[in-house]
């Protein structure tokens, strides 16, 4: 059962745009939500991370939003960058501590 | 600081043999996980240990997989025996503790012919 839901298999944005990332999630226990990147024939490095005491948090270019009652959480990148163009990944864990990925988005940042 | 360490970083064998993964979590990291990853199934949990210890294998496909973690710097998958269905990129990763971000080594692929 996909607990962790990437709906979008693919998204392109031109450079400079904003770039938007959904994921939904089923389990109202997951508490700690995260996104990483993932280039060909690396594994996936983390980017950023929310907890569900916030709804908000920023850093840099990349912004995760939550909304708890929708169980739903995106990543904005703006401005967006060529080097973005990347697989991500939306997880999530609650209190039993297993991490549950989506199966990614491919994001293309054309120049 | 080397990070999660994976070996073969490809594996090409033919079905019915065994295949044994490895992987080098980083040092003092606690929690050590594997994945798979497909093109209909994105990125799977198979399994994680804290403290070298099983905690979770309900990931695990069937029998013919298992995993062992004899120290804290070393943890093994094995197939046996392999099926071509069994073809993916499998990831080990490790952190500190199990619900904090984890780091990816840069997977195996593995193809059963």
């Known amino acids: 059962d996909q607990q962790v839901k990437q709906n979008s298999p693919s998204l392109s944005v031109q450079e400079g745009r904003i770039s938007i990332l959904n994921c939904d999630y089923t389990?109202?226990?997951?508490?700690?939500f995260l996104w990483y990147k993932k280039y060909p024939a690396e594994g996936p490095t983390f980017l950023i991370s929310?907890?569900?005491?916030?709804d908000k948090n920023e850093d840099g270019r990349f912004t995760v939003f939550l909304n708890k009652s929708a169980k739903h959480l995106s990543l904005h990148i703006v401005p967006s960058q060529p080097g973005d163009s990347a697989v991500y990944f939306c997880?999530?864990?609650?209190?039993?501590?297993?991490?549950?990925f989506g199966a990614g988005t491919r994001l293309t940042v054309k120049p | 600081d080397a990070g999660v360490i994976q070996s073969p970083r490809h594996e090409v064998t033919e079905m019915g043999q065994e295949v044994t993964l490895r992987c080098k979590p980083i040092?003092?990291?606690?929690?050590l996980f594997w994945y798979r990853q497909t093109m209909m199934r994105g990125l799977e949990l198979l399994i994680y240990?804290?403290?070298?210890?099983?905690?979770?294998d309900s990931g695990m496909p069937e029998d013919r997989f298992s995993a062992k973690m004899p120290n804290a710097s070393f943890s093994t998958l094995k197939i046996q025996p392999s099926e071509p269905r069994d073809s993916a990129v499998y990831f080990c990763?490790?952190?500190?503790?199990?619900?904090?971000?984890?780091?990816f080594g840069d997977g195996t692929r593995l193809s059963i012919l």
């Open positions: 040092s003092g990291h606690n929690s």
């Open positions: 990763a490790s952190s500190f503790y199990s619900n904090q971000p984890q780091h």
């Open positions: 240990f804290n403290n070298n210890v099983p905690i979770d």
């Open positions: 389990n109202s226990m997951f508490d700690y």
């Open positions: 929310i907890s569900s005491i916030k």
């Open positions: 997880a999530a864990s609650g209190n039993n501590n297993d991490m549950r």
